[in-house]
Nanobody
Framework: QQQFVESGGGLVEPGGSLRLSCEAS????????VGWFRQPPGKEREFVAA????????NYADSAKGRFTISRDDAKNTVYLQMHSPKVEDTAVYYC????????????????????WGQGTQVTVSS
């Protein structure tokens, strides 16, 4: 059974740092592009960042550029989202998702293109 399990969420102060992890089980992540999405309270799910196979390409939402870093360790079957200097408006449930990718440069910011999703992890940014 293919699964994604996110971890690392919690309460963080504005200007702090937090690293989210997303470990895949039941399938090998190296054939997949992976994305992070989030759903703030009362809002729609939105794209945060994505990374291609072999880390050839990354792309970020404008809100994440310069503050968040997506990375992957295929040996550990895990993808990460490092959050630097989070803001109160980054408060949300964060989800990781994976999509099979034949082209090594492929990434997408469209949620409907992703096949596997994690259950989400809550991130609350507050002083």
């Amino acid at each position: 059974q293919q699964q994604f399990v996110e971890s690392g969420g919690g309460l963080v102060e504005p200007g702090g740092s937090l690293r989210l992890s997303c470990e895949a089980s039941g399938f090998s992540l190296d054939g997949y592009a992976v994305g992070w999405f989030r759903q703030p309270p009362g809002k729609e799910r939105e794209f945060v960042a994505a990374i291609s196979r072999l880390s050839y390409r990354t792309n970020y939402a404008d809100s994440a550029k310069g503050r968040f870093t997506i990375s992957r360790d295929d040996a550990k079957n895990t993808v990460y989202l490092q959050m630097h200097s989070p803001k109160v408006e980054d408060t949300a449930v964060y989800y990781c998702a994976a999509v099979g990718a034949r082209r090594p440069l492929y990434t997408t910011d469209r949620a409907d293109e992703y096949t596997y999703w994690g259950q989400g992890t809550q991130v609350t940014v507050s002083s």
